[in-house]
């Protein structure tokens, strides 16, 4: 069987195509920019260039194959890479072509705990709006909601291990009581390749998260230990977080934090304790003993990462 999987090159994508081979699919890959399927195994992928705006590029990308899984989406704005250009118009584009494919038996979506249709929250309401054309389609289809993912290449496990590594004074915003469920991105992987062979969950939306529901104190206070450093954590207010954020953004092309991520840390993030168990039959690893990763941030990387730089060598893990 034959799947299309968008995003195969991002953070989640590259897990997931591994994942999909190991339970003997064939995968083909829509890549964005030439080059980058180069870390996949020479022939273990069918390749195919394009990006959501190119309809003949989808058109094409989907003649043959019996599932779709959708992975595109951002979380940061950048030019015409809106939250509505790629997390709702986008998701209707590859629809339209996997309903134009003929061929297409199945699509999954993933999308975020927290969609939700509030225009005060513009990513998780272009997340709910991907979702309800989804839902819309006339496909079959599963749409699989993820808390916080945590693994190699993370953005913001290794943004806070960079205020660990720089500062004796970690920053929390507001009372960091807000909870999120941290689920490894290989975890993850795999419940997206298990779904594909799953009936009973047709027309069903998942949340799914890790074993343990941690407030953003105790993520810090994880890191901190992981990384051996004892750290204080001084209790910001949301509005001074506002006006640092907007200074960032102002100043910066890509802030370690933008607008919109200060909002979501404000919003609930967890899934119902134990869903990976009961769905899937295996127990998800914890976030804590799981991410000696943060130790590979250098000083230097730190640096890099608060003034809105991530290193190739920490993102393309």
Known sequence: MTVLVTGSTGFLGRRLVHKLIEHN???????????????????????????????DALASACQGVEQVIHLVAVIRESGSATYD???????????????????????????????VND????????????????????????TIRPSLIFGEGDEF?????????????????????????????????????LSLSRHDLHGHTLELGGPDQLSYNQIVDIISRTM?????????PIWIMKINVAMMEFF????????????????????????????????????????DFVNEVTLRDAMKINMGVVPTHIRDH
């Open 25 to 55: 699919y064939q995968v083909r890959c829509l890549v964005r920019t030439p080059g980058r399927e180069r870390i996949f195994e020479r022939g273990s992928v069918d390749v195919y260039y394009g990006d959501l705006d190119n309809a």
């Open 85 to 115: 250009a790629i997390n709702h118009l986008g998701v209707e584009q590859v629809l339209e072509a996997a309903k134009g494919a003929g061929s297409v038996s199945q699509f999954v979506h993933i999308s975020a705990v927290g969609a």
């Open 119 to 142: 225009p005060s929250l513009p990513y998780l309401r272009s997340k709910w709006q991907g979702e309800q054309a989804v839902i819309n389609s006339g496909l079959t289809y599963i």
């Open 157 to 193: 496990i290794n943004s806070l291990a960079a205020a660990v590594r720089l500062f004796p004074v970690v920053p929390v915003i507001a009372g960091g009581r807000n909870r999120l469920q941290p689920i490894w991105v290989d975890d993850l992987a795999q419940c997206i390749a």
């Open 228 to 236: 051996n450093r004892r750290r204080l954590k001084v209790h910001v």
């Open 252 to 291: 910066m092309s890509r802030p370690p934090i933008n607008a919109e991520m200060l909002k979501m840390l404000r919003v609930r993030n967890v899934a119902e304790l134990g869903m990976v168990e009961q769905t899937f039959g295996f127990r998800p690893r914890p976030m804590e003993g799981n991410i």
